[in-house]
């Protein structure tokens, strides 16, 4: 769920998530929910959490406070402490999962990169809780704005070169192993197929950022910025298998209660993997049974039989099991 600010209309972002969370096709259904929204208070994520929120995701578009205060000169947006505070308020409200991002390009990437690795380590400090997720998207070309047009990003001396934004993808994945890095489809498809060998763990796919761009299904001028990767879900899928990465739809941990510290203790040892490689096995049969197209079933199937192989003997044994259950008409099924 992505909105601006909330003041007043709060309350559309809970009927939302209820609304989603009961919504079903077939054997369809939405089992995590992340919100991007403006900074709610304490109050605001305590109900978040109690309508079942995956992760709240927030980006400080940057940590240098007077490029902040210059691109953000009124409105609610334009408080720079309460925007970086925010987190803070959701593990107040046992919102125990977050994530951080910053908007490259707008300022030098070697400070913002550093802030928002400082900010992760304060929060693991401060809570035991890191962020679930980083997000690293690049300032790109949008209709409406003088920041973004032609002559403004061709004048930018913070615009990242290719090289210098696998560097800040690699220093990430570093800096912080237990952290998810986002990548979206501002990048293009040979990007996103280069980074996801070299730490991105999480794209999206089939994105749309004009207003009712999901309704229309038409790509738009009007939209927030220009996508690069417009590839359907399906073979972006069919792409990742080809790249011989194991696709994953998995929200086993939020609904079991390894999240907070619970996921860190996890994640940092990279134990977590006992979970994520057998259930991601798991989630990629309910995709081929339900949604793939012939095309990706027939590369599908075989690639995720050779995947069970790299599997202990006795976690494949009952992997095989489960994954027969699915085939039966079983789904969320998880370790």
């Known amino acids: 769920v992505v909105g601006g600010e909330i003041a007043g209309r709060f309350g559309n972002v809970i009927a939302a998530l209820k609304l989603i969370y009961r919504t079903r096709k077939a054997q369809g259904e939405i089992r995590r929910v992340n919100v991007n929204i403006a900074p709610p208070t304490v109050e605001q994520f305590r109900q978040l959490k109690k309508a079942g929120i995956g992760t709240y995701q927030c980006f400080q578009e940057t940590y240098h406070r007077p490029t902040y205060e210059l691109m953000h000169p009124s409105g609610p947006k334009a408080d720079y402490a309460w925007r970086l505070q925010v987190m803070d308020r959701a593990y107040r409200a046992k919102v125990e999962d ?44 949008a209709k409406g704005t003088p ?26 994945r570093l800096a912080l192993p237990y952290a998810g890095l986002i990548l979206s489809t501002r990048e293009s498809p040979a990007m996103r197929r280069e980074l996801l060998n070299a730490g991105v763990s999480q794209i999206s796919a089939g994105s749309h950022v004009e207003v009712g761009g999901y309704e229309t299904k038409k790509k738009s001028a009007e939209g927030q910025f220009e996508v690069e990767d417009t590839r359907p879900l399906d073979q972006v899928l069919r792409n990742v298998i080809e790249s011989g990465n194991i696709p994953s739809f998995c929200t086993a941990c939020y609904r079991c209660g390894r999240t907070g510290e619970k996921i860190m203790d996890l994640l940092k040892p990279g134990t977590i993997q006992e979970f994520c490689f057998p259930n991601a096995l798991l989630t990629f049969q309910e995709y081929l049974e339900d949604y793939a197209s012939p095309a990706t079933r027939k590369i599908g199937i075989p690639f995720l039989v050779k995947q069970l192989e790299r599997l202990p003997k006795a976690v494949r044994v009952k992997t095989l099991k489960k994954l027969e259950r699915v085939r039966r008409g079983e789904r969320d099924l998880f370790f």
């Open 98 to 141: 977050v994530s951080l991002g910053v908007l490259l390009g707008l300022y030098d990437y070697h400070y913002d990169v550093t802030a928002m690795v400082m900010h992760a380590h304060y929060l693991d400090d401060r809570y035991r809780i890191g962020p679930h997720a980083l997000s690293v998207p690049r300032l790109r070309k």
């Open 147 to 172: 920041l973004c047009d032609d002559r403004s990003l061709n004048a930018n001396r913070y615009l990242l070169s290719d090289r210098q934004f696998k560097l800040v993808v690699a220093v990430l």
